[in-house]
């Protein structure tokens, strides 16, 4: 089975910046597509960024420009910087696996870390 293991939560001030990593480990052969869903209370979640094999990036657009998406393909290990974090992104953040844009591939993804909470005050 694959585990993933997210880190990088936390409190912030807005306009503050966190990253978040995600080891994945366990039964996988070779690199897979990635990403970041994020659900705050009382709303769906949401697909923030996703990150191919190749690193062709895809973002929500409410983080475009802010949020940068990158994998350690050697580490098996993704990414997310955070910059410029606004009231609105508190949200519990999970890394999962496989992921890609849902234009691209709408199934959800068969593996979930346990999320890391993001915080972010005024």
């Known amino acids: 089975q694959v585990q993933l293991l997210e880190s990088g939560g936390g409190w912030v001030q807005a306009g503050g910046s966190l990253r978040l990593s995600c080891a994945a480990s366990?039964?996988?052969?070779?690199?897979?597509?990635m990403g970041w869903y994020r659900q705050a209370p009382g709303s769906r979640r949401e697909l923030v960024a996703t990150i191919t094999t190749r690193s062709r990036t895809n973002y929500a657009d409410s983080v475009k420009g802010r949020f940068t998406i990158s994998r350690d393909n050697a580490k098996n290990t993704v990414y997310l910087q955070m910059d410029n974090l606004k009231p609105e992104d508190p949200a519990v953040y999970y890394c999962?696996?496989?992921?890609?844009?849902?234009?691209?591939?709408?199934?959800?993804?068969?593996?979930w870390g346990q999320g890391t909470q993001v915080t972010v005050s005024s």
């Open positions: 366990g039964s996988i052969f070779g690199p897979n597509a």
């Open positions: 999962t696996l496989p992921t890609l844009a849902v234009a691209v591939d709408p199934r959800e993804p068969d593996y």
